[in-house]
């Protein structure tokens, strides 16, 4: 049964949270940039290397590295192929996470709340994200995490929350699903599964959550 606080927000036992805009920034240009030194040139490359015709196969895990690399070789001019291939493999290194998330998580975590991420990413993060400290912390706080890559599924669709509520044993009504974008809040509500648009501000969520 979900409980309710007087002009809070739900109160559950459990928190599915987004990655990407949510726990962290996620700014195509910046991480272009920090390879090519040119502001027109990573303008144009991040539209590359970020595109989404190859970011929406690796979250669903239909796509590899080494083809996206070739893709991209195709399209850069020459002597940015180095780069922005750098771009490409390292990106998962330049993701500042939003100020105030950290001490939200740990706060909820405290308080004996289940944590669970829940992420439209790819196989590669997945296996490289720990190689990084500040990732690692961060999503070290979790009892579960879900990549969509790996499993070859990908939110909207039910399917994704169901295998998350399944894997960890959670029922819909027990969990507030926390993301950016309203279509993944739409799929996560027709389970059931209580929600909350994250719009970049960590102050406003904390309000929401009465923390």
Not at 13 to 32: P, S
Not at 102 to 130: D, T, V, W
Not at 181 to 206: H, M, Q, V
Request: proline share 4%.
């Amino acid at each position: 049964m979900v409980k309710y606080r007087q002009g809070s927000g739900i109160l559950t036992e459990n928190y599915i949270f987004d990655f990407g805009r949510v726990l962290v920034e996620f700014d195509e240009y910046a991480m272009t940039a920090e390879y090519v030194h040119n502001e027109t040139a990573a303008e144009q490359i991040s539209k590359i290397v970020f595109d989404r015709a190859y970011w929406n196969r690796l979250d669903d895990g239909s796509i590899t590295d080494e083809q996206v690399l070739a893709g991209i070789a195709d399209r850069v001019p020459v002597e940015y192929c180095d780069a922005a291939r750098a771009a490409y493999l390292n990106w998962h290194k330049h993701l500042p996470i939003i100020s105030g998330m950290p001490e939200i998580l740990r706060q909820l975590k405290a308080m004996g709340k289940g944590l669970y991420l829940l992420s439209n990413i790819s196989e590669g993060f997945a296996l490289h994200y720990a190689e990084v400290p500040e990732l690692k912390e961060i999503l070290g706080l979790f009892d579960g995490l879900v990549f969509s890559g790996p499993i070859r599924m990908v939110k909207p669709n039910a399917e994704i929350f169901e295998y998350l509520l399944n894997q960890y044993g959670l029922s819909p009504e027990t969990c507030t699903f926390i993301d950016d974008s309203p279509k993944n809040i739409a799929g996560a509500k027709a389970l059931g599964i209580n929600t909350y648009l994250f719009d970049g501000n960590a102050e406003k969520l904390r309000n929401f959550l009465k923390l």
